[in-house]
């Protein structure tokens, strides 16, 4: 199926209710009664609304923020002090100034949504049938908009006509909706469009039925915990009554199950092996059947990213590379395959301590390996390498010898270098890399074509699990939806009925859904986010060999360079900001700031 690509036209979609039609101008302007009496103009429109959505953050030089969220939440950062996703993330207090990098406030796209909504609904020259599945998409990117807004900010201003430009001043400056009217307008917008929308949508790329469940199951999870473990404030400006958390969870539960039961959707297990199964989930575009809705991308189609770009591992193509070093506590949420814990006695990072590979990574959970890249991974016909020296016994001189040099080969070898490429040692690496979405088959020097998966069949499970989990089981089936699907798949045993507790449930989100912005929500959602970032440092790892024995030893260092990660009480809710205050007095500012 075709995908979906910006026509550009230079739309400006006007009011509706004009009565005569404007003149198309030299500057492109076209006139609404022409833009909604078209299909061609009217999708063109549709367009640019996907176009201008933020399903997931690509922004910053060569997208070097598509990391962002990941880094927020802990995950990972990137390589450098001067990008985004470590110096404007790590270090900085974020206070009555607004919410940085992380900002979002999207209503030029909620006007441009209500206007097309709006002209479509009363176009007298299109089916009925056409308009309401175009406006139900328009009613989903408004709605996913709110979403990201409710994330950030709380409530905030519910608009849902587009604003006259005479009207008054009252009516310009919109104070603030409560959090739980804007969690409430997403769920029912969904439970709206969801029984117009078709089951496939047009368009690969495109909203269908089963993406409007899927994000009411989303944001009704959310919901769920802001009343759980959050708090009422600024007279319900702010929170959910906890009374009200069931019903959220009930929600999530049920948009969950009726995506599980009754669409067309299965975890994706094309092989046998299960860390290339894993590795193929999120690079497969051929009919793969956990996919629910994808960002698409087509470089000859003249859209394309980054990601290859700037984090394949150095020594595999690619100018700029190895952008997305990864945590020692990252590596650590990952368990064993026997079921052992994942964080292992940290005497043991000495740098004395022998190490063994195929102990220490080939034996932990295969989503680890399909996710992060370690030392001596697989990949493109070679092996990633992190080690900062190595020992070996010269065969020449029967001397035990220490290399430190990344163009030197151990004597007698398989060709392993004295040390890894600098930018995989030095003083920002941290010894580990993110792999999770990273396309071998992407072309030297070229941007990638690979989607990014925004929502999928594994999340949904999930999502399914935590609320059956608060609820109490009501179906009986969380536990076979965690072990016989979730973790069957990932090549993980079963856990036992009393094993299936808050904590295993978030570890388990944590480690299927690492690198894929879930975390850093997460984080936020469960009111747990202060004590897992603010001042908890995160640690990089310096990796020695010993080409004799095929053993590591490893020493743990500080992973932010003396920075220091801050997340506040007040920053549950991001201040909007002095600018916004000031330029709608009916705007009431987050406690804190």
């Known amino acids: 199926m075709k995908k979906i690509t910006t026509l550009l036209i230079g739309i400006l979609a006007l009011a509706s209710s004009c009565e005569d039609p404007f003149e198309l101008t030299p500057t492109g302007i076209i006139s609404g009664n022409i833009v909604f009496a078209d299909e061609n103009l009217s999708d063109a429109f549709l367009s640019n609304l996907y176009d201008n959505s933020l399903f997931h953050i690509n922004s910053g030089g060569t997208n070097i923020e598509m990391n962002l969220i990941n880094s927020f939440g802990g995950e990972s950062r990137n390589f450098a002090p001067w990008q985004s996703p470590f110096g404007r993330v790590i270090n900085t207090d974020f206070n009555e100034t607004g919410a940085g990098v992380i900002d979002y406030w999207p209503y030029a796209l909620v006007r441009e949504s209500n206007v097309y909504i709006d ?13 309401d599945v175009r406006t139900s998409e328009a009613r989903f990117i408004r709605a996913f908009a709110y979403f990201e807004l409710v994330k950030r900010f709380g409530g905030v201003p519910l608009l849902t006509k587009a604003q006259s430009i005479d009207v008054t001043g009252e009516e310009l400056f919109v104070k603030r909706n409560s959090e739980k009217e804007i969690y409430d307008f997403i769920g029912s917008e969904m439970d709206a469009i969801s029984a117009v929308l078709p089951s496939v949508a047009d368009n690969d790329g495109r909203i269908s039925k089963w993406t409007a469940l899927a994000l009411k199951s989303r944001a009704m999870l959310y919901a769920a915990s802001v009343a759980n473990f959050g708090e ?16 959220y969870y009930q929600q999530s539960m049920a948009a969950s199950n ?23 989930l999120f690079l497969d575009e ?65 740098d004395q301590t022998e190490l063994d590979p195929k102990w220490f990574f080939e034996q932990r959970d295969p989503r680890m390996r399909a996710s992060i890249f ?33 163009g030197f080969i151990i004597p007698g070898s398989d060709a392993w270098p004295g040390a890894a490429h ?81 904590a295993k449930i978030r570890q388990e989100r944590r480690v299927e859904l690492a690198f894929e912005e879930h975390v850093f929500w997460d984080l936020r959602r469960w009111r747990t986010a202060v004590q897992e970032l603010d001042n908890v440092q995160r640690h990089r790892t310096h990796w020695r060999y010993n080409y004799d024995t095929g053993m590591y030893t490893m020493q743990m260092a500080d992973g932010d360079l003396g920075r220091i990660r801050l997340f506040k009480e007040r920053n549950y809710y991001y201040a909007l900001g002095l600018n916004r205050i000031a330029d709608n007095p009916n705007l009431v500012e987050n406690p804190g700031y």
Do not use: C
């Not at 009422?232 to 019903?247: C, E, R």
């Not at 370690?374 to 016994?393: A, I, L, M, Q």
């Open 286 to 350: 051929n009919n793969n059947p956990e996919v629910i809705l994808a960002e698409k991308y087509d470089q000859t189609a003249g859209k394309s990213h980054s990601w290859d770009i700037t984090g394949t591992p150095a020594g595999f193509g690619f100018a700029w590379n190895s952008n997305y070093p990864v945590y020692l506590e990252t590596l650590e949420n990952f368990d064993f395959i026997d079921g052992t814990s994942g964080k292992v006695d940290r005497a043991m990072y000495d």
């Open 119 to 131: 002209g479509l609904s009363n176009s007298e020259k299109l089916s009925k049938a056409y308009t």
């Open 232 to 247: 009422v404030q600024l007279d319900g400006l702010l929170g959910i009554p906890k009374g009200d958390a069931n019903a």
């Open 374 to 406: 370690y030392p001596g991974t697989e990949f493109k016909g070679g092996k990633v390498y992190f080690h900062r020296s190595t020992d070996y016994t010269d065969p020449a001189s029967g001397d035990v010898k220490r290399s430190t040099g990344s």
């Open 422 to 502: 600098p930018r995989h040692r030095g003083g920002n690496p941290t010894g580990l890399l993110v792999r999770k979405r990273i396309n071998p088959a992407t072309p030297d020097g070229t941007g990638s074509s690979t989607d990014v998966i925004i929502f999928r069949l594994g999340e949904i499970m999930l999502n399914y699990i935590e609320a059956s989990f608060y609820l109490g089981d009501p179906n009986g089936n969380m536990a076979d939806i965690l072990n016989g699907q979730i973790r069957d798949r990932a090549g993980m045993p079963a856990l036992a009925a009393g094993e299936i507790t808050e």
């Open 258 to 280: 009726e995506i599980m039961t009754n669409g067309p959707f299965s975890l994706y297990r094309k092989s046998a092996d299960k860390v290339d199964n894993y590795i193929n």
